[in-house]
């Protein structure tokens, strides 16, 4: 059994062990597990390192940071599991491509400084060869990662520069992820402060263009400098256009797309014919985007990687497998439920991530393990935290097995606009990527980021109606990648609706939302 709670990332009173300290661990002292790369792996096949830590990722990072500025960037490896495969060749020539691109055209640039005149006119006019995607901050946490994922990887596929409009808390949470130039949006942009306003009923919304030109070809017409691309999950069917071959011609015009959005829309890039070829070239697995993307892209600053590293070094550095479990509720009232809890121990036993326990009260100890389990849970209440932990307190393991139990924080309720909350999500989402195997929640993209990252294949909670746990409790997920939530549902050539979860193999409906697309490898 676990030495007590370990509720909060602060002390708290009757902890038995001592809170991290506040400095950040680098020393050689420190033991720090690698992993296992088989995503299928159960176990993770932990060991100490005797090779050097490939800081690098195969590749996909440059080796043009600065290290002290951002630590995270080449100490993930130490914590995380190896890539789950080993990136293209392609990819990593079309990231360091895109390194210089972003520099040659980034903020202030002459060529920037160009594109920006353009600002207000129609097409493109300017010498400048620049055109960008401005990503505008928007939703929760988890949606924000995943969309800027998808952000820049469409950034990738039309020879765009990705800028991030900051919000209120990018860039307290994400190091600047490109060497020697920023991602960030300038506070001086023009019609930014518009940025929370735009939606499709803007002027400029690319749906709204197309709404009031639907009896004029698309190839003949001139679309303004700057167009607004709705893409969040309330858009209708001239947004969606956006996810059309002949639509995504007329949108090279632009030099300025503004992209909002709350949804992983990956998977309907891969229905796009023009992409398809660069696509498989890119991801020649096709359930590693998010993976290495994220992995690329997402590098808590210092201080959240201090809140990562003190915390996994105090409570799960020593033991034998470490578990993830995310609860998301979605229920109204107040938890704990006892039909979630059921849920959660029902798929963890039934699929031997936990051990059995001993119910018999006269039972002192059984056979004894040098194996130890840690147990980490994420969720906004202490409650189930709490009654598990109580259960394997109380009663021994039949394997003998010792499983301890912690949970860094429980805010009670989502508190998107703080930015302490959302530094302790980003640590708990980068936490439950170092384990061994993952639980997550049905429609989370708290749990969709954390094992993306971790390159974990994870089981499902799936979503309990009527407050009752579902039979099954869980399934195995057919890949790490995020399920995009809402999609079209078009064909863009018969312009007639069509499900597009049955057009490739590679593009299949999700497990915990039936309307959901995500991506599969096609051997799976």
Same mark, same amino acid.
């Given at each position: 059994?676990?030495?007590?709670?370990?509720?909060?990332?602060?002390?708290?009173?009757?902890?038995?062990?001592?809170?991290?300290?506040?400095?950040?661990?680098?020393?050689?002292?420190?033991?720090?597990?690698?992993?296992?790369?088989?995503?299928?792996?159960?176990?993770?096949?932990?060991?100490?390192?005797?090779?050097?830590?490939?800081?690098?990722?195969?590749?996909?990072?440059?080796?043009?940071?600065?290290?002290?500025?951002?630590?995270?960037?080449?100490?993930?490896?130490?914590?995380?599991?190896?890539?789950?495969?080993?990136?293209?060749?392609?990819?990593?020539?079309?990231?360091?491509?895109?390194?210089?691109?972003?520099?040659?055209?980034?903020?202030?640039?002459?060529?920037?400084?160009?594109?920006?005149?353009?600002?207000?006119?129609?097409?493109?006019?300017?010498?400048?060869?620049?055109?960008?995607?401005?990503?505008?901050?928007?939703?929760?946490?988890?949606?924000?990662?995943?969309?800027?994922?998808?952000?820049?990887?469409?950034?990738?596929?039309?020879?765009?520069?990705?800028?991030?409009?900051?919000?209120?808390?990018?860039?307290?949470?994400?190091?600047?992820?490109?060497?020697?130039?920023?991602?960030?949006?300038?506070?001086?942009?023009?019609?930014?402060?518009?940025?929370?306003?735009?939606?499709?009923?803007?002027?400029?919304?690319?749906?709204?263009?197309?709404?009031?030109?639907?009896?004029?070809?698309?190839?003949?017409?001139?679309?303004?400098?700057?167009?607004?691309?709705?893409?969040?999950?309330?858009?209708?069917?001239?947004?969606?256009?956006?996810?059309?071959?002949?639509?995504?011609?007329?949108?090279?015009?632009?030099?300025?797309?503004?992209?909002?959005?709350?949804?992983?829309?990956?998977?309907?890039?891969?229905?796009?014919?023009?992409?398809?070829?660069?696509?498989?070239?890119?991801?020649?697995?096709?359930?590693?985007?998010?993976?290495?993307?994220?992995?690329?892209?997402?590098?808590?600053?210092?201080?959240?990687?201090?809140?990562?590293?003190?915390?996994?070094?105090?409570?799960?550095?020593?033991?034998?497998?470490?578990?993830?479990?995310?609860?998301?509720?979605?229920?109204?009232?107040?938890?704990?439920?006892?039909?979630?809890?059921?849920?959660?121990?029902?798929?963890?036993?039934?699929?031997?991530?936990?051990?059995?326990?001993?119910?018999?009260?006269?039972?002192?100890?059984?056979?004894?393990?040098?194996?130890?389990?840690?147990?980490?849970?994420?969720?906004?209440?202490?409650?189930?935290?709490?009654?598990? =932990?109580?259960?394997?307190?109380?009663?021994?393991?039949?394997?003998?097995?010792?499983?301890?139990?912690?949970?860094?924080?429980?805010?009670?309720?989502?508190?998107?606009?703080?930015?302490?909350?959302?530094?302790?999500?980003?640590?708990?989402?980068?936490?439950?990527?170092?384990?061994?195997?993952?639980?997550?929640?049905?429609?989370?993209?708290?749990?969709?980021?954390?094992?993306?990252?971790?390159?974990?294949?994870?089981?499902?909670?799936?979503?309990?109606?009527?407050?009752?746990?579902?039979?099954?409790?869980?399934?195995?997920?057919?890949?790490?990648?995020?399920?995009?939530?809402?999609?079209?549902?078009?064909?863009?050539?018969?312009?007639?609706?069509?499900?597009?979860?049955?057009?490739?193999?590679?593009? =299949?409906?999700?497990?915990?939302?039936?309307?959901?697309?995500?991506?599969?490898?096609?051997?799976?």
């Amino acid at each position: 059994m676990g030495q007590g709670s370990a509720q909060r990332f602060e002390e708290q009173p009757g902890n038995e062990i001592d809170p991290p300290s506040d400095a950040v661990i680098e020393g050689s002292d420190v033991w720090i597990p690698q992993w296992n790369s088989d995503p299928d792996s159960k176990d993770g096949d932990l060991h100490r390192d005797i090779e050097a830590v490939d800081k690098l990722l195969s590749g996909l990072l440059s080796a043009k940071h600065e290290e002290g500025s951002c630590l995270s960037r080449y100490n993930s490896a130490s914590y995380q599991r190896k890539l789950a495969y080993q990136p293209s060749s392609y990819l990593i020539s079309k990231l360091r491509s895109y390194e210089d691109l972003h520099k040659r055209c980034g903020v202030y640039t002459e060529s920037y400084n160009k594109t920006l005149e353009q600002l207000g006119s129609n097409g493109s006019s300017s010498s400048s060869d620049c055109k960008y995607v401005v990503w505008i901050s928007f939703s929760g946490l988890g949606n924000r990662i995943l969309t800027l994922a998808s952000a820049f990887l469409y950034a990738l596929l039309t020879n765009r520069v990705l800028l991030v409009d900051p919000g209120t808390d990018m860039a307290d949470l994400f190091c600047e992820p490109f060497p020697e130039v920023s991602w960030f949006l300038p506070q001086d942009f023009p019609l930014k402060h518009k940025f929370s306003k735009f939606n499709h009923n803007s002027p400029n919304c690319y749906g709204k263009i197309m709404k009031n030109n639907r009896s004029t070809d698309p190839s003949g017409m001139i679309l303004p400098s700057l167009v607004y691309l709705h893409l969040v999950h309330d858009y209708d069917d001239d947004d969606k256009l956006f996810f059309c071959d002949q639509h995504q011609s007329l949108l090279h015009q632009s030099p300025w797309l503004v992209m909002k959005t709350d949804n992983y829309f990956v998977p309907s890039l891969f229905l796009i014919p023009s992409f398809e070829k660069e696509l498989h070239d890119l991801f020649p697995n096709k359930d590693t985007v998010f993976h290495f993307l994220g992995r690329y892209l997402i590098h808590p600053v210092n201080s959240v990687w201090g809140l990562i590293t003190r915390y996994y070094q105090a409570y799960l550095a020593r033991a034998s497998e470490r578990i993830g479990i995310q609860i998301r509720v979605f229920d109204t009232g107040t938890g704990p439920f006892q039909h979630i809890l059921d849920q959660v121990l029902d798929c963890t036993l039934k699929e031997n991530l936990l051990p059995q326990t001993e119910r018999r009260t006269n039972v002192v100890g059984l056979a004894s393990s040098r194996k130890s389990k840690a147990v980490l849970i994420t969720s906004l209440t202490a409650g189930y935290f709490e009654k598990l =932990r109580d259960i394997y307190w109380e009663n021994p393991t039949v394997t003998g097995e010792r499983v301890s139990f912690y949970q860094p924080s429980h805010e009670e309720h989502q508190q998107t606009e703080k930015s302490i909350h959302n530094q302790k999500a980003l640590a708990e989402m980068y936490l439950l990527s170092t384990t061994n195997v993952v639980v997550t929640s049905s429609w989370s993209t708290f749990g969709y980021v954390a094992q993306g990252l971790g390159g974990l294949k994870p089981w499902i909670l799936y979503k309990p109606e009527n407050r009752t746990a579902p039979n099954p409790p869980c399934g195995r997920a057919m890949s790490m990648e995020p399920c995009f939530h809402a999609p079209p549902f078009y064909d863009c050539k018969a312009k007639k609706g069509v499900d597009t979860g049955k057009l490739v193999p590679h593009v =299949r409906h999700c497990e915990d939302m039936a309307w959901g697309l995500k991506l599969v490898d096609q051997q799976d």
